[in-house]
């Protein structure tokens, strides 16, 4: 049985022409589209024929749509190629400089060079006060100090129009979270504070007398406690007895974000009440570690001599070696710094500072 292939003797030639916006300069060229040429078998041909004669018409017609308009969509496709090229080239023209109506792009202006504060290289010296930007230049950054040329450089930085408080800052390998890790003293410094303290006492019976004798400020019992709760703090230490410490509880959302609460660690909670009194009067300072593991001690005042406030910085550093927590593993001491309330620090020599003898003279 010999088999026969209908192919559709005519073909669709389109002419391609380059696009005039496009930057390279193609030559004309011919592009033939032929569409898929159908193919019939005679045996299905046959049982159409024979058995269902419309269907062999369907088939037909089918054979000739493709061959009228198959091509018709080639055409369709090259049309939108030659578009798609044609974009290509208006973007490549705007990156290089005009629209794609030959109009030129306006170019951004360069930014200003930025002078003054806003050209300084870190950033949080941009908010300084020009005070503080001359003071620092006294000192090198990341320089470590003996303790000595610490405090003198310390007291030239102090150019404010009131006295500044010498502060010492220490960070310590310490986590507070842990119980066996928390820091909370005091340390007497031999010079005092530099300022005067207001102390409250929390008594009753015949230590009341002994209190006011003592010099202590404010004496009371319930009283006091009632004049607390009502708002009033015009104190900077609350002593109490061990016998008022139950009445005391009722104060510890008052005073315990503040600071004041009695607590024996800090020696404010003692049953020899003249004693605590003329202690924090002369200038015993309570310290704790916050939750980062770092000591703030206040030392002194800018207007001290150098070696008054050597000799409170010694103090308070060997304070804070004293009480170290058992807790503690590994290098105790990571940094230590000190400054004035409004000046830059100033880092020590963690050796040199541990290490360190006043002189027989102080």
């Given at each position: ?115 003054g504060k806003a050209a300084l ?55 507070p979270k842990y119980n066996d ?130 000799v409170n910085l010694l103090s ?47």
């Open positions: 049985m010999a088999t026969a292939c209908s192919t559709p003797t005519s073909s669709l030639m389109l002419p391609y022409a380059a696009s005039a916006a496009h930057p390279l300069n193609l030559t004309q060229s011919l592009i033939w589209f032929k569409p898929k040429a159908p193919c019939f078998c005679p045996l299905a041909l046959s049982y159409c024929a024979v058995g269902r004669r419309k269907s062999g018409k369907q088939v037909n017609f089918d054979a000739r749509r493709e061959a009228k308009f198959g091509g018709f969509r080639l055409v369709v496709a090259a049309v939108a190629a030659e578009a798609e090229v044609a974009e290509g080239a208006g973007a490549e023209a705007e990156v290089a400089g005009e629209g794609t109506g030959g109009v030129p792009i306006p170019t951004v202006a360069p930014a200003k060079p930025k002078t290289p870190l950033k949080r010296d941009r908010t300084r006060s020009k005070r503080f930007l001359e003071i620092q230049k006294l000192r090198e950054n990341k320089q470590e100090y003996d303790v000595k040329t610490a405090v003198s450089l310390l007291k030239q930085m102090t150019k404010t129009k009131f006295v500044e408080t010498a502060e010492a800052h220490f960070r310590l390998n310490i986590d890790q928390q820091l909370r003293a005091t340390v007497n410094l031999p010079k005092g504070t530099g300022q005067p303290v207001k102390v409250a006492v929390l008594t009753q019976g015949e230590k009341f007398d002994e209190a006011k004798n003592a010099g202590a400020d404010l004496v009371g019992g319930e009283d006091l406690i009632e004049q607390i709760k009502g708002g009033f703090m015009e104190f900077d230490k609350l002593i109490a007895s061990p016998d008022m410490m139950p009445k005391v509880a009722s104060l510890g959302r008052i005073l315990g974000p503040r600071g004041l609460m009695p607590n024996p660690k800090a020696g404010t909670v003692s049953t020899n009440i003249p004693q605590a009194i003329a202690e924090f009067k002369k200038g015993k300072v309570e310290y704790r570690a916050d939750k980062t593991g770092i000591v703030h001690i206040p030392f002194g005042k800018a207007d001290f001599s150098e070696d008054d406030l050597l308070a550093i060997k304070s804070v070696e004293a009480n170290k927590p058992s807790g503690a593993k590994g290098v105790y001491w990571k940094s230590a710094h000190i400054c004035s309330s409004m000046g830059p620090s100033i880092k020590l020599n963690i050796r040199d500072m541990l290490d360190y003898k006043l002189p027989s003279s102080i």
